[in-house]
C-alpha cells in the first residue's frame, strides 16, 4: 500500500515533466549550450523516475527480489542520514529527562553537512569566478549587456524603417532617399497631384498652404492613413514606411517651386513656429511644466561656465542617486531636457515633495521608483546651474 503512494508520486514526476518538453523544441533555434545542458537535465531525471518507477513496480511483485533491488537504494539512503535504527536508540539517548521530554544524540547528518560544505565551495568557486577573474557576469553586467542587445536590436528596427511612423518620423535630405522619393512620386501621386506638385485632383502641394498641416509628421499622416472621403488613399499597405518617409520629404522640397499650372492655395498657411509647436505637441510631457516656483524659463546658448559649476553641485547632492546613463536609485538622466520642460526639472529639483503630490508625471515616477527623491535644499540659482549642465548631457553623441 505504502509503495502505491510512492507509485502516485512518481506519476505525478513524470507528468510534470511533460510540461517542461518546450525544452526540447527549444534546440531547433541557436542551439546554445544552456539549452542542450538544460535538456540533458531533463532526460537524465526523466531516465532516474522512469528508474525507479521500474523498481517499485518489481517489488511489488516479488518481495524477496524487490528486497534484492532496492538494497542499494535503503544503504545509500542510511549513509547520507546516518540515522540510528530504533532498536538502538537506547545507546544515544541522554540522561536527561525534561518532565518526559527525553533527547537524543543524533549524529549530523552527513546530507546535511554535504549541503554545508557545499555553499562554501560554491562560494568560494563564485568569489573567484565573479569577482577575481571576472569571467562571470555579474548582476549589473549581464543588465547591461542586455539593454545593449536591446539598443542594437532597436537600431536594426530603426534603420529598416519597421519603427518608423507619424511620431517619430523624420525629414530626410540625402540625394539618393529624395530621388527614390521622386520615383515614388511619378508612379503613384502624380496623377492627382501633377507632376510638378501642382494639384489636379488634389492639392497643390508647392505652397505654404497645407489642409491637413505641414511638415513631415502631418505630411507622413496623410500619406499613411489618406483623406479617403476626399479621395487621397491610404498608401501604408503598399508603401513601407521608409518610402512613406522619402515620398513626404520629397513633397516638402517642392515648396516654394513655382509649377505650370498651380491649383489656388488650399487650406492653412503653414509657418516654421507652428512646426515647433507640432513638435512640443507630440511629446506633451515638454509641456508640462510642473508645480513649484518656477513658472517660466528662458533658455540661451548654453553657458560652458554656469554648465561646470552645475556638473560639480550634481556630483556633490545627486550623484549618491542618480547616474547619468543607468536607472540607480532615481533614474538616467541623460536627455531629460528631451523628454521634460526646463520648468519641469527645476521645480522637481527644488519642491520634490511637492511635485510628487500635485503633479501626475512626478507622481508616476515615484510610483516607479518607489523611493522619493530627496530635496537637496539648493538655491535658483544653483538649480538652475544643474538645468544648464544637464542641457550638456544629451542623447545627442
Ligand atoms: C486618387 C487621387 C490621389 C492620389 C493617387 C494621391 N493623392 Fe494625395 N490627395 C488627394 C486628394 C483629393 C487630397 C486632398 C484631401 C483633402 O482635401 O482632405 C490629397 C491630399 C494629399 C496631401 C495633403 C495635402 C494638404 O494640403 O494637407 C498630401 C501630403 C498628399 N495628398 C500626398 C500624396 C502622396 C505622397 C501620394 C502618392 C503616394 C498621393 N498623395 C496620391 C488625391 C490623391
Ligand atoms: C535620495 C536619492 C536622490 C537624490 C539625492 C536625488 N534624487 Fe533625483 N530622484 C530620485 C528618485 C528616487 C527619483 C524618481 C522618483 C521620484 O520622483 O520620487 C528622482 C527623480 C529625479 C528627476 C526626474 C527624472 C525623470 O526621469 O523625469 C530629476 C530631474 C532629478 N531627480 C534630479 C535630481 C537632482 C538634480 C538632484 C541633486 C540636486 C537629485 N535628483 C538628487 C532620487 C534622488
Known amino acids: 500500500m505504502k509503495s502505491n503512494k510512492l507509485l502516485n508520486i512518481l506519476f505525478s514526476i513524470l507528468?510534470?515533466?511533460?510540461?517542461?518538453?518546450?525544452?526540447?523544441?527549444?534546440?531547433g533555434e541557436g542551439t546554445n549550450m544552456e539549452t542542450v545542458l538544460k535538456v540533458m537535465v531533463a532526460i537524465t531525471a526523466f531516465t532516474i523516475a522512469f528508474l525507479m518507477w521500474l523498481v517499485l513496480v518489481y517489488a511489488e511483485k516479488n518481495d524477496a527480489q524487490g528486497e534484492l533491488l532496492l538494497g542499494p537504494f535503503?544503504?545509500?539512503?542510511?549513509?547520507?542520514?546516518?540515522?540510528?535504527?530504533?532498536?538502538?536508540?537506547?545507546?544515544?539517548?541522554?540522561d536527561h529527562d525534561y518532565d518526559g521530554i527525553k533527547e537524543l544524540d543524533n549524529k549530523i547528518p552527513p546530507w546535511f553537512n554535504f549541503l554545508f560544505y557545499g555553499?562554501?565551495?560554491?562560494?568560494?568557486?563564485?568569489?573567484?569566478?565573479y569577482h577575481v577573474i571576472g569571467s562571470g557576469n555579474i548582476q549589473e553586467e549581464e543588465y547591461l549587456a542586455e539593454m545593449q542587445a536591446a539598443k542594437e536590436q532597436q537600431q536594426l528596427l530603426a534603420r529598416s524603417g519597421a519603427l518608423l511612423d507619424e511620431e517619430s518620423v523624420t525629414r530626410v535630405s540625402d540625394p539618393s532617399a529624395l530621388s527614390n522619393g521622386e520615383t515614388i512620386y511619378l508612379k503613384h501621386c502624380a496623377a492627382c497631384h501633377a507632376a510638378d506638385g501642382g494639384g489636379l485632383v488634389g492639392p497643390n502641394l508647392t505652397d505654404e498652404y497645407w489642409v491637413h498641416g505641414g511638415g513631415i509628421k502631418n505630411v507622413f499622416k496623410v500619406i499613411k492613413y489618406g483623406v479617403p472621403q476626399k479621395g487621397m488613399i491610404s498608401w501604408q499597405s503598399q508603401l513601407s514606411p521608409t518610402e512613406m518617409q522619402e515620398v513626404g520629404s520629397y513633397i516638402l522640397t517642392m515648396e516654394g517651386t513655382t509649377p505650370a499650372a498651380p491649383k489656388d492655395p488650399e487650406g492653412e498657411?503653414?509657418?516654421?513656429?507652428?512646426?515647433?509647436?507640432?513638435?512640443?505637441?507630440?511629446?506633451?510631457?515638454?509641456?508640462?511644466?510642473?508645480?513649484?516656483?518656477?513658472?517660466?524659463?528662458?533658455?540661451?546658448?548654453?553657458?560652458?561656465q554656469i554648465a561646470a559649476k552645475g556638473k560639480d553641485i550634481f556630483e556633490l547632492k545627486c550623484s549618491a542617486c542618480h547616474k547619468m546613463d543607468k536607472r540607480f536609485i532615481g533614474p538616467a538622466l541623460r536627455g531629460i531636457t528631451e523628454r521634460r520642460s526646463p520648468e519641469w526639472i527645476m521645480n522637481m529639483i527644488l519642491v520634490p515633495d511637492r511635485m510628487v503630490q500635485e503633479n501626475k508625471a512626478a507622481r508616476e515616477l515615484l510610483m516607479e521608483y518607489i523611493s522619493p527623491m530627496a530635496n537637496q535644499n539648493l538655491s535658483q540659482e544653483e538649480t538652475r546651474a544643474i538645468l544648464e549642465y544637464f542641457r550638456t548631457?544629451?542623447?545627442?553623441e
Open 15 to 27: 507528468f510534470l515533466f511533460s510540461f517542461t518538453s518546450p525544452l526540447f523544441a527549444e534546440t
Open 74 to 94: 535503503k544503504s545509500v539512503f542510511k549513509w547520507i542520514t546516518k540515522s540510528t535504527p530504533i532498536s538502538q536508540e537506547h545507546e544515544i539517548l541522554m
Open 119 to 129: 555553499t562554501i565551495l560554491f562560494s568560494i568557486i563564485y568569489l573567484v569566478n
Open 269 to 304: 498657411l503653414w509657418t516654421a513656429s507652428d512646426e515647433e509647436a507640432d513638435g512640443a505637441a507630440v511629446n506633451p510631457a515638454m509641456k508640462d511644466k510642473g508645480v513649484g516656483p518656477i513658472t517660466e524659463v528662458t533658455l540661451g546658448e548654453i553657458d560652458p
Open 393 to 396: 548631457e544629451t542623447n545627442q
